[in-house]
């Protein structure tokens, strides 16, 4: 956020700011490419409005009308739950300063769900990825779809998608692949592979790729998207765990990976936090995704046996879950990973 030094005007005008000093006036047409509505990125610390000269066209009292593009804020002295030092919150840009304080009490803040935010998708050109794809879309944002295939991609068209095509399981070239994209305000580490083999009969190579794909891809693009998130005091980050992560899992290299996703969203969240960054993920018990294919049916049987509706879970209902963990979700609930399974694992 720019800064801007106005006139001087007489005393009374100022008589709000001058009682109010932790309030501030600030311009936020400057705010554009910010994560957060009405969250503000400045270089300036202001403390209190004292340091301020208020400017002859601004009219400044409770009465008046703030010009189209100006707010009135309240800082956060020591950042608390704002990200760091300098930044400042607001719950929208008002017209009335009396408006504000009701708008205080009903709004909550860190939620993202204007539009026009870049959403990047690993696996989301099918499954639970090509829902939330369709939901970030049809919500106005632009969604970087990234997969290794996009054959069979129904929305390859669409004006709001942009399709990257990559092999996750090259780990070493994701920091050159992020540098190619825009700053993302969103990502949702949705790819994942499942062998469903015996663990004596699993082959290196699977092993390694299930690891690259499952594990290693996510670490990497959340450690360079974060970059420009911390850099703006905003972001918001979504991981497609599973059950397998939760409980004993016949792929035990699967459930290894599952349950190392878990983990490393809530480290993400203690380090990425303070940063105003929100780390969550979701942990569904099978769906009726293509990945069902490889689960034999004895245990699809059992499964479906095992939850309350007798039925796996639809890919769209995760997506649902995930979509709300991106953006209307309070940013208190902050490394947290949410249960989708139906009764499959009560806890």
Same mark, same amino acid.
């Given at each position: #956020?720019?800064?801007?030094?106005?006139?001087?005007?007489?005393?009374?005008?100022?008589?709000?700011?001058?009682?109010?000093?932790?309030?501030?006036?600030?311009?936020?047409?400057?705010?554009?490419?910010?994560?957060?509505?009405?969250?503000?990125?400045?270089?300036?610390?202001?403390?209190?409005?004292?340091?301020?000269?208020?400017?002859?066209?601004?009219?400044?009292?409770?009465?008046?009308?703030?010009?189209?593009?100006?707010?009135?804020?309240?800082?956060?002295?020591?950042?608390? &739950?704002?990200?760091?030092? &300098?930044?400042?919150?607001?719950?929208?840009?008002?017209?009335?300063?009396?408006?504000?304080?009701?708008?205080?009490?009903?709004?909550?803040?860190? *939620?993202?769900?204007?539009?026009?935010?870049?959403?990047?998708?690993?696996?989301?050109?099918?499954?639970?990825?090509?829902?939330?794809?369709?939901?970030?879309?049809?919500?106005?944002?632009?969604?970087?779809?990234?997969?290794?295939?996009?054959?069979?991609?129904? /929305?390859?068209?669409?004006?709001?998608?942009? #399709?990257?095509?990559?092999?996750?399981?090259?780990?070493?070239?994701?920091? &050159?692949?992020? &540098?190619?994209?825009?700053?993302?305000?969103?990502?949702?580490?949705?790819?994942?592979?499942?062998?469903?083999?015996?663990?004596?009969?699993?082959?290196?190579?699977?092993?390694?790729?299930? /690891? *690259?794909?499952?594990?290693?891809?996510?670490?990497?693009?959340?450690?360079?998207?974060? *970059?420009?998130?911390?850099?703006?005091?905003?972001?918001?980050?979504?991981?497609?765990?599973?059950?397998?992560?939760?409980?004993?899992?016949?792929?035990?290299?699967?459930?290894?990976? *599952?349950?190392?996703?878990?983990? #490393?969203?809530?480290?993400?969240?203690?380090?990425?936090?303070?940063?105003?960054?929100?780390?969550?993920?979701?942990?569904?018990?099978?769906?009726?995704?293509?990945?069902?294919?490889?689960?034999?049916?004895?245990?699809?049987?059992?499964?479906?046996?095992?939850?309350?509706?007798?039925?796996?879970?639809?890919?769209?209902?995760?997506?649902?879950?995930?979509?709300?963990?991106?953006?209307?979700?309070?940013?208190?609930?902050?490394?947290?990973?949410?249960?989708?399974?139906?009764?499959?694992?009560?806890?």
């Amino acid at each position: #956020m720019t800064t801007q030094r106005v006139t001087k005007q007489n005393s009374a005008k100022s008589d709000f700011l001058r009682n109010h000093q932790d309030w501030v006036l600030v311009n936020t047409r400057t705010c554009a490419g910010c994560c957060t509505p009405g969250r503000l990125s400045t270089m300036l610390i202001v403390e209190n409005t004292r340091e301020m000269e208020i400017g002859s066209t601004l009219r400044i009292c409770p009465e008046s009308e703030i010009p189209e593009g100006w707010a009135i804020i309240k800082t956060l002295q020591q950042a608390g &739950g704002c990200g760091k030092a &300098g930044q400042l919150i607001v719950m929208r840009t008002i017209e009335k300063l009396s408006d504000y304080r009701e708008e205080h009490k009903r709004k909550g803040k860190g *939620k993202m769900m204007d539009t026009g935010r870049n959403v990047l998708i690993t696996g989301g050109n099918k499954g639970i990825g090509l829902a939330a794809t369709e939901k970030f879309i049809d919500a106005g944002h632009t969604v970087y779809v990234l997969a290794r295939d996009f054959a069979e991609f129904p /929305l390859r068209d669409h004006s709001q998608v942009e #399709m990257v095509e990559y092999d996750l399981s090259n780990i070493d070239g994701i920091p &050159g692949l992020v &540098g190619q994209l825009p700053a993302m305000d969103i990502l949702l580490n949705n790819a994942g592979v499942m062998y469903a083999l015996p663990y004596q009969e699993y082959p290196q190579e699977k092993i390694d790729q299930i /690891l *690259k794909i499952n594990i290693q891809a996510p670490v990497a693009l959340i450690t360079e998207l974060a *970059k420009t998130m911390i850099t703006k005091g905003c972001g918001r980050i979504v991981n497609n765990a599973s059950i397998a992560g939760e409980i004993g899992h016949p792929d035990i290299w699967y459930g290894m990976t *599952k349950a190392g996703l878990i983990n #490393m969203t809530k480290s993400f969240a203690k380090i990425l936090g303070p940063q105003g960054i929100v780390v969550n993920a979701v942990a569904a018990g099978p769906v009726e995704t293509d990945m069902l294919a490889v689960i034999p049916e004895p245990r699809k049987k059992a499964i479906k046996e095992a939850v309350y509706t007798g039925r796996f879970a639809y890919a769209e209902e995760v997506a649902e879950a995930m979509f709300w963990l991106a953006t209307d979700c309070p940013e208190y609930i902050n490394g947290t990973c949410i249960d989708i399974n139906n009764g499959a694992f009560p806890r």
